[in-house]
């Protein structure tokens, strides 16, 4: 507890993280001027800065590569969304883009975005074996990330970007107006990557964010380097996304600025650190490279809101740090404060590294030791990739028995996918059929339903009334027409004529008159019980016809199973409900996720196929420019965030037909070649044609197709028929 500064609250390792942050705080850092940087030092950071050009800008393998990968995706998505463009924008349009840069490509639709757009373009990007994949639906812009898996180059691809096609193009017009603002937005994003400070995802200043800091410094300088873009009477206005905005951008040829600057690279590298260290503009400012010079927060409404970064740094992990920390304005979008992404600690990182650079600075550090990277392990130096490393060390038998074993490995994996598929297929022809027939006789299983309904209350009130019955007659003990003669009979005697000689006594005629009464209370309950039995008759006759009804409905049902049995005898067990079907949907449904991932594994397996040819065939046929090839290491090569291996579509360049000629006359072939040999089925493949009538019929289709741009591509290529989908 006791270790905590008593001013900031920081811990020893905070201490330790950011020294020049605290030391800023508790107002004990003096910052040096700007004058006081020596000509030696800021000759050194602009030679720094040229040779770093040299050997940190993108390689013209490395940008052919890109542009490679680029037109690939565009084929593929364009194919795919017919009323979509893909566009690249960001470093990678504008030009200033380092080894490291990514490729921004934006997929601009014409109309509406189709629903779950981001999820097509996720499969598709599996399809074709792209890595890494990671799907932001929910981000400003919903974006998709990825790597291509031989170049390993990444790629972020947005849906609708639109402004981010103008800020790239404006930024664009801002590098051309001067080499100088190229060099020195180059030079702050060498130095961010290398001092860990460029990287949105981890809660520092993107590229972008860095780039306009740049060009702002260089608006600021006096003269300016940089000119205002966005001036002017005329404004543009443009509607995007039902939000206008001022898209207003200057032509640089129009643009002459006067007196011009003639500060050196070195000079304005220091000047943008001093800008942003010594004078720690973002208390009251907001970088704005639209107006040219910082705009009071006052004036945005942009208050630092709390908890601020030395405060939310204390509090949980998890704290998030108040708006606009480090207010930078979007030029287009003036709502959007690029410093929205970051986090407490790193809003305290970004600070501590232009403290650092500008100390650094005073006292006569080197270039090298400014940009000295943070975490050295990412920028390692990494052997050139070899295709064959592995194959290199091993004995011709050797290489031929992973052959054998690949080959074995197809054909079983082969196999099994048709199985796979013949069993998913199985399943989706049962489902159809159980749901066919189920729609068929739903009629009759609701009348059935209906008719069952009405069984039981009916048998209830059956048992009800001849219960009723039953006990009546138990009671009274003489049937219905028996009482009525009793009845007559007595009623007789008490209103006929009197014999004289034969009165009754009155004992007799009170005794009859009892009987009279009784018998009449007897013809009421009799009466009840014969209501009941008929009542009883009437039912059972119902009931009789609802089990004709039963039965003949069960025998209409029972000839649709027939049917359906002939048609399909596995069904025999099972009935005829959607609980049935549904298991085999889920099946095929399963079945379908397996079959993805051995297509996916019979992808590699040809893969590595054409790679045991192509070693096969090379090793027993050594070419005089073998040092050349993509199988020599090339050793010093740096390991870069966009990767170091070549990317050739597998359409473009030559036909497959044409190397696998080449190779099989045992000319020597390129890198582009090998890949082109690689992803057309390997070399055995090849060694085997000869052109026939047929194939250069062939020949002609495909080269028909292409003309109507249904190449064959990567990716699924390889797929088996088999494997595809129905
Ligand atoms: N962009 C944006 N708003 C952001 C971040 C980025 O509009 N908050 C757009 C900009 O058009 C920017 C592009 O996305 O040019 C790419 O961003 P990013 O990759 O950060 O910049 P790059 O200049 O491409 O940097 P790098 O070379 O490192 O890829
Ligand atoms: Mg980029």
Known sequence: MSDECKVTGFTPQQMARWPHVHKHLTGTLELPNLESISEEVILNIGEG??????????????????????????????????????????????????????????????????????????????????????????????????????????????????????????????????????????????????????????????????????????????????????????????????????????????????????????????????????????KDNVVSVRTGDFVTRKSKGWKYATPRAEKAILMEKKTRLGLHSLPIEDPFDLNHDLSRVLRPAGALDVQEELFKACMAMASGERWGTIVDAKHPDRFLPVEEFDLFADLRTQSAVEVAALVKENTTSIEALDERMTALTEERQHNIKMSRALRGTIEETSDLRNELRTIVRTLRPRSQKMDELQKQRDEINKRVGLPLYRINELLSDVYLQLTGEIDLFQVPSLRREEDQFAWFFELQAMHQEATKAQDAHQAFIALLKEQKAAVRSLKENEKEQQKHKTELLEAEPMLKDLDLNFSDAMQFDKKAHKLMKVIDQRR???????????????????????????????????????????????????????????????AASGETFSLSDLDILLNSGGFNSVTQKKTTAKSSRRQERKKKANARGLTAHRGVRSQSKKGQKD
């Open 600 to 662: 996916q594994e019979l992808r590699r397996l040809r893969r590595e196929k054409g790679r045991l040819d192509a070693w096969v065939r090379i090793s027993s046929n050594p070419s005089p420019h073998k040092g050349n090839h993509r199988g020599q290491k090339g050793g010093g090569k740096k390991r870069t965030k966009s990767g170091s291996a070549d990317w050739k579509p597998r359409n473009n360049g030559p036909r497959p037909e044409e190397v696998q000629a080449r």
């Open 49 to 282: 800065i040229e040779a770093m050009l040299k050997t940190e800008g993108p390689t013209s393998k490395q940008l052919k590569a890109r542009a490679g990968l680029f037109q690939h995706l565009k084929r593929t998505l364009e194919r795919r969304f017919k009323n979509a463009t893909l566009q690249q924008f960001g470093s990678s349009e504008s030009g200033l883009t380092l080894q490291a840069g990514d490729l921004d490509l934006c997929l601009q639709f014409k109309g509406d975005v189709p629903a779950k757009t981001l999820r097509q373009v996720n499969r598709l990007l599996k399809q074709h074996d792209m890595e890494d994949i990671v799907m932001l639906p929910r981000a400003k812009v919903p974006i998709i990330k990825f790597k291509d898996e031989r170049t390993k180059i990444p790629v972020d691809i947005s849906i609708n970007n639109t402004l981010a096609l103008h800020n790239t193009e404006l930024l664009k017009r801002f590098s051309a107006c001067d080499d100088r603002i190229r060099t020195l937005i180059l030079a702050v994003k060498h130095w961010a990557l290398r001092r860990d400070v460029c990287d949105a995802a981890s809660g520092t200043f993107s590229s972008y964010a860095w780039t306009l800091l740049a060009v702002q410094s260089m608006q600021r300088t006096n003269p300016p380097v940089a000119p205002i873009l966005q001036a002017g009477k005329e404004r543009t206005m443009v509607e995007v996304e039902g939000q206008t905005y001022d898209l207003t951008m200057g032509e640089v040829d129009s643009l002459v600025l006067d007196p011009k600057n003639n500060q050196s690279i070195g000079e304005l590298f220091v000047e943008f650190i001093f800008q942003y260290a010594a004078a720690w503009p973002f």
